[in-house]
């Protein structure tokens, strides 16, 4: 089955769901995103979006912030865009009828939200709806999706990869060589179990973060880096995979799956104490609790390899029990649930994968180097964080860079002259079979999150990544074998990208040879600008 369509968007979080309603004003859009539309990183977010509102606030405290955290590697015209549209974003997110936690305080503007603070943050600048800020921005925004008559949206439909000019190439339908360009994707329409064909003048990768090419993950299951892994295929560059966030606290439970722990938590004055109800951190950094989550997930990760522990431990429980209610109602009631009340005891925390600060490089306006192909949002790598997400800076930029991307997308879209395209291959499944071997899908799948887990995690060494490598090198061959032989499947598309993901991280980090922001490795402890202040760059089979 084939579908034609102006604007093509891949994945429903923030950042698919901003750019699809501004360009629908512009042409027709298909969304496609693999389970329901809620599903996503966004829907997750907890702490909020940091933007510059506070009086006593800059934009340099904050562009400073950022480039603070990002160690010497963040693209500084991309951090001050980032910051400087900041609150303009944040304003049309009110007019959609986004509800922002306000104070009674009498200043003018938006110095009436309330302002959280957060780890690396010089300043109170994070914009909050309680402590589930990203469910209120995507419940708002889905709504708006839905209701729009430009946008045709198709739940529970996986993108299985892009379809550009060389996949013709491939396919053998053409010889001619020319410049690349990306005419749409195919998609495994989960329900019907068919395949569709989406023909498309410009198309979107907004297909989220990475987090579950580990074990242990603060992020949901649709987190598969499916964008990466399609613009690696597709040839697009791919920048900076080394850097990899973990976030120091996710709750530590044996019935608790990705259940994050806000940083905000600490922004309000939480301890972190080992087993021993030590207090730690002091020996680590000289801003304590609040230091950047790097420096405090490495801490609690050799706090807990010395100690042999199972968890460290997360305690507001000095703070005015109404007040930790309030302020963290979500987070009470999930902790209760698990038989954890905060307000009176401390929370069992331990780190895990959060956030992928690499990803599919893209220019000011979220342009690949693949023609009519742009990437927004965690598939994307910018130049926004550099070495080091600074906290809450992730949704803001999805925001700010969903209307750099709609901007130049449209401009594209109404200049490009589209006549000559010629129609996309329809997908071809011959020769395959139904698969009677789901044991490789699912052993190969446990195995590549252990051994990211294990040797490609907070404090990585040379033998580890070299052991990486090796091994993900074989189960590559294993997958692209039954990749080949078998049908598709929504299991063996996300297995195909963890491990893509997985070879990207390594390659990366294997190549770095220094430790800079969320890479650290034993044989190379320090930073050096000499060699190494600049991006990590993969191009299919190449690295430099
Ligand atoms: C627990 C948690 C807390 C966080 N807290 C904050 C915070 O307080 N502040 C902040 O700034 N950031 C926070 N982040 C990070 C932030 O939420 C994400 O970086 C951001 O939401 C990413 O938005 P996105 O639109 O790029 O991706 P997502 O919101 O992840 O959306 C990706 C979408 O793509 C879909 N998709 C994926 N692959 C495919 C495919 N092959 N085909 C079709 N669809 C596909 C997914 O189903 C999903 O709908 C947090 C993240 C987590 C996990």
């Not at 996986?158 to 990306?182: E, P």
């Not at 973060?209 to 990466?228: E, F």
């Not at 329809?426 to 052993?443: P, R």
């Amino acid at each position: 089955m084939k579908i034609d369509t102006d604007f093509l968007i891949i994945g429903s979080g923030v950042a698919g769901l901003m750019f699809s309603l501004k360009v629908a004003a512009h042409g027709h859009v298909v969304l496609v995103t693999k389970k329901e539309m809620m599903e996503s990183n966004t829907a997750h977010a907890q702490g909020g979006i940091a933007s510059v509102f506070h009086r006593l606030d800059s934009f340099d405290l904050h562009i400073n912030d950022t480039l603070e955290a990002g160690d010497g590697l963040c693209n500084r015209e991309v951090v001050e865009r980032v910051v400087t549209r900041g609150p303009d974003c944040i304003r049309e997110l009110i007019d959609l009828g986004v509800h922002f936690n306000l104070t009674q305080g009498k200043d003018a503007d938006g110095a009436q939200l309330d302002l959280g603070r957060e780890g690396g943050h010089s300043q109170k600048r994070i914009v909050h709806a309680q402590d589930m800020t990203g469910l209120e921005l995507e419940t708002v925004l889905v709504n708006h999706v839905r209701n729009h008559p430009n946008i045709t949206v198709l739940e529970h439909h996986i993108a299985i990869d892009l379809i550009t000019w060389s996949t013709r190439i491939r396919r053998g339908l053409v010889t001619t060589l020319r410049d690349d360009f990306c005419c749409g994707a195919y998609v495994l329409d989960r329900l019907a179990d068919t395949v569709k064909t989406i023909n498309a003048k410009i198309t979107l990768l907004a297909a989220g973060g990475a987090g579950k090419v580990y074990l242990y993950t603060s992020n949901p299951d649709v987190a598969t880096g499916d964008g990466i892994a399609m613009g690696y295929r597709a040839g697009t560059t791919i920048a900076n995979m080394e850097f990899v966030q973990f976030h120091p606290t996710c709750l530590y439970h044996p019935e608790a799956k990705n259940f994050l722990i806000s940083e905000a938590v600490r922004g309000e004055g939480a301890l972190l104490l080992d087993a021993a109800g030590r207090r730690f951190m002091e020996s680590y950094d000289d801003l304590k609790e609040l230091a950047c989550r790097d420096v405090v997930a490495r801490a609690i990760d050799t706090e807990l390899k010395k100690s042999g522990a199972d968890s460290v431990f997360l305690d507001i429980s000095h703070k005015p029990s109404d007040f930790v209610r309030q302020r963290f109602p979500n987070l009470y009631e999930k902790c209760l649930g698990f038989g954890i009340d905060m307000t009176t005891e401390p929370i069992p925390v331990v780190p895990a994968a959060h956030y992928m600060c690499g990803g599919v490089a893209t220019d000011l306006s979220g342009r690949t180097d693949l023609q009519r192909l742009f990437a927004i949002g965690e598939t994307a790598c910018t130049g926004l964080h550099g070495a080091n997400r600074l906290a809450s800076n992730s949704l803001i930029e999805a925001l700010v860079y969903a209307n750099a991307a709609v901007e130049q997308a449209v401009s594209d879209f109404q200049s490009m002259s589209f006549s000559s395209t010629p129609e996309p291959p329809l997908w071809d499944e011959v020769g395959t079979v139904d698969s009677d071997e789901h044991i490789m899908v699912a052993h190969n799948w446990d195995e590549i999150r252990r051994l990211m887990w294990n040797y490609v995690g907070i404090v990585r060494s040379e033998k580890r990544l070299a052991r990486a490598h090796r091994r993900i090198e074989t189960i590559q061959a294993e997958i692209q074998e039954y990749y080949w032989d078998f049908r598709v499947s929504a299991d063996l598309i996300e297995l195909r990208n963890i491990a893509v993901v997985a070879e990207l991280i390594v390659k990366c980090a294997q190549h770095r040879k220094e430790s800079r922001g969320l890479h650290y490795t034993i044989q190379f402890p320090h930073r050096d600008d000499h060699r190494w202040l600049k991006d990590t760059i993969v191009r299919r089979q190449m690295v430099g």
